[in-house]
C-alpha cells in the first residue's frame, strides 16, 4: 500500500476504511419535522438565515445528535462537522452515523482537519474545481486513524484546550482591530465634520462634474486589447489595493472606454451588494493615472475644482455618511443598491481647497500609522490560525504524542471567524449505499 495521506502511524493504532468505521443514514425527512441545520466551515449549527433555501422542504437527510455531516461540493470545502442536534440537511450534503463506541469529538477533528479536507477533495471527481464533486462511493475507500479509546479521549481534552487558548488569542486581537477601526472612524469625522470661518454649507452633488456606472460583467472576454478594471474587490478603506487590480476584459468599444476611463482623483462608490448595507456606499480614490474601467457594481464620481477627490473620499467615511446609507436604496430582487445621485444631494460643509489638502495629508499620516497596526494584527492572526491547523493534525494523525500531557482547568473559546456560513440548499444527486 502507498504511503497514506495521515503518514506513518503509532504502532499502537489502527487504520480501517470510512465505511468500515461510520454507516450512511440516508433517512428522508421533512423539515416541518425536523428543524432544518446548516452544514457550514463553523459545523452542524441552526440553519442560518442567509443561507439559499431550495424549495424541496420535504426532501431532506434526517441528522441525530452524534452524526457526522459533511458538504460533498469542493466550494464548500471544510463544510463539515459532528451534529449536537437532531434535525435536517439538504441533500448535498453525507450524513455519516459511527459504527463503533468512538468519542465524536475525535472525529469532528480529525474529519474537519486540513490533512482530512485535502485527502477529501482529492477523491472527488468534476470538470473543474468549481464543479468538483466527493461522492460517498468515493470517501468510503478514505483510510482513517483510529487510536486507542482512551488516547482519543485524551487527544479531544488536549485539542479542546488548546484550541481555545489559540481562540482566546485570535479573539483579542480580532478586538484590537475593532477597536482600532473605530478610532480610525472618529478620527476621519473629528477632522472633516467640523467648521470653519469660511467652510460653505453646500450639497455634495454640486461639487462633482459627472456620475457615471461602471458598465462591464465580470463575465466578459474575448480577443484584442487588455484594459485593467477595478472591481469591489478591490475596495480597502479610501484607497485601491492597487495589488488586487488584475482583472482584465478585452474588446471594449472606445466610446465606452473614453467615457468611463478614470482620471487620478476619481471616486469611486461601491453601489450595490447582496443585502450586506455595510458594504454599500463605501468610497475609494482613484490615484492611477493610465485608463481603467470599472465594474457595474461601481458608479465614479468627478470632483470639479472646489473640492478634491482625496477629501470627497473621506467625507464618504465618516460616521454620518456610514449611517444614512439606508436611507437611499432602492432594493430590486434583494439586493441593496444604492441611489447615488440621492446620496450625494446632502449638505456639508466644506474648506477652502487649501485647507482640505491640508487635512488630507493629517489624515493620511494618521490613517497610514492605524492601517499598518492592523495589518501586522491580521499577521499575527493568520499566523495563529495557521499554528492551530497545524496543531490539530499533527495531533489527530499521531505525530504529536498527547498521552502524557496534563490539562489544566481553561476557558473555553470558540472559533467566531473564518466562516463563511454559507449551506447550499439544493437538491442534489441521490446518495449511494456504503455496504
Not at 98 to 108: A, D, F, I, S, V
Not at 260 to 274: C, H, M, P, R, W
Not at 406 to 417: K, L, S, T
Amino acid at each position: 500500500m502507498s504511503m497514506l495521506w495521515y503518514g506513518v502511524l503509532p504502532e499502537r493504532w489502527e487504520s480501517h476504511k470510512t465505511s468500515e468505521l461510520f454507516v450512511e443514514r440516508r433517512e428522508k425527512v421533512s423539515d416541518t419535522d425536523f428543524a432544518p441545520l446548516s452544514v457550514s466551515k463553523g459545523g452542524v449549527v441552526p440553519q442560518i438565515a442567509t443561507v439559499a433555501k431550495s424549495n424541496a422542504g420535504d426532501n431532506r437527510k434526517l441528522v441525530k445528535k452524534g452524526d457526522f455531516a459533511i458538504n460533498s461540493r469542493s466550494d464548500r470545502r471544510g463544510s463539515s462537522g459532528i451534529s449536537e442536534y437532531d434535525g435536517s440537511v439538504s441533500l448535498i450534503n453525507i450524513v455519516l452515523t459511527p459504527r463503533n463506541e468512538t468519542n465524536g469529538k475525535y472525529w469532528h477533528y480529525l474529519l474537519k482537519s486540513h490533512s482530512f479536507i485535502e485527502e477529501y477533495y482529492r477523491n472527488g471527481r468534476g470538470i473543474v474545481a468549481d464543479l468538483w464533486t466527493t461522492r460517498l462511493s468515493e470517501m468510503k475507500s478514505i483510510y482513517l486513524p483510529l487510536p486507542p479509546r482512551d488516547e482519543q479521549d485524551q487527544i479531544v481534552r488536549y485539542l479542546d484546550w488548546k484550541v481555545s487558548l489559540i481562540n482566546k488569542l485570535i479573539s483579542a486581537k480580532r478586538r484590537q482591530i475593532e477597536l482600532l477601526g473605530e478610532q480610525r472612524k472618529q478620527l476621519i469625522s473629528s477632522s472633516v465634520m467640523c467648521t470653519g470661518a469660511d467652510w460653505k454649507y453646500t450639497r455634495l452633488i454640486n461639487l462633482v462634474d459627472s456620475v457615471n456606472a461602471g458598465a462591464w460583467g465580470e463575465d466578459e472576454s474575448g480577443g484584442g486589447v487588455n484594459f485593467d478594471c477595478i472591481r469591489v474587490a478591490d475596495f480597502d478603506f479610501e484607497r485601491l489595493r492597487v495589488k488586487d487590480k488584475t482583472y482584465t476584459i478585452r474588446n471594449y468599444p472606445q466610446k465606452t472606454i473614453n467615457k468611463l476611463a478614470l482620471q487620478n482623483g476619481d471616486v469611486l462608490i461601491e453601489k450595490s451588494g447582496g443585502g450586506d448595507v455595510q458594504t454599500v456606499g463605501r468610497a475609494v480614490l482613484y490615484t492611477g493615472d493610465k485608463p481603467v474601467l470599472y465594474a457595474n457594481f461601481i458608479e465614479a464620481v468627478r470632483p470639479n475644482n472646489t473640492i478634491t477627490g482625496a477629501f470627497l473620499t473621506y467625507l464618504l467615511a465618516t460616521q454620518y455618511y456610514i449611517q444614512r446609507n439606508r436611507f437611499h436604496f432602492n432594493q430590486t430582487t434583494g439586493i441593496q443598491n444604492l441611489d447615488i445621485k440621492r446620496y450625494l444631494r446632502e449638505s456639508m460643509y466644506i474648506p477652502p481647497l487649501s485647507e482640505q489638502k491640508s487635512i488630507v495629508a493629517h489624515l493620511d499620516q494618521q490613517c497610514a500609522n492605524i492601517d499598518r497596526i492592523i495589518a501586522k494584527l491580521n499577521e499575527e492572526i493568520t499566523l495563529f490560525a495557521e499554528y492551530r491547523t497545524r496543531l490539530i493534525s499533527d495531533t489527530v494523525t499521531g505525530k504529536l504524542d498527547v498521552r502524557g500531557v496534563v490539562v489544566p482547568d481553561y476557558e473555553v473559546v470558540g472559533d467566531v471567524a473564518g466562516d463563511d456560513g454559507v449551506d447550499l440548499d439544493d437538491d442534489a444527486e441521490g446518495a449511494e449505499d456504503m455496504e
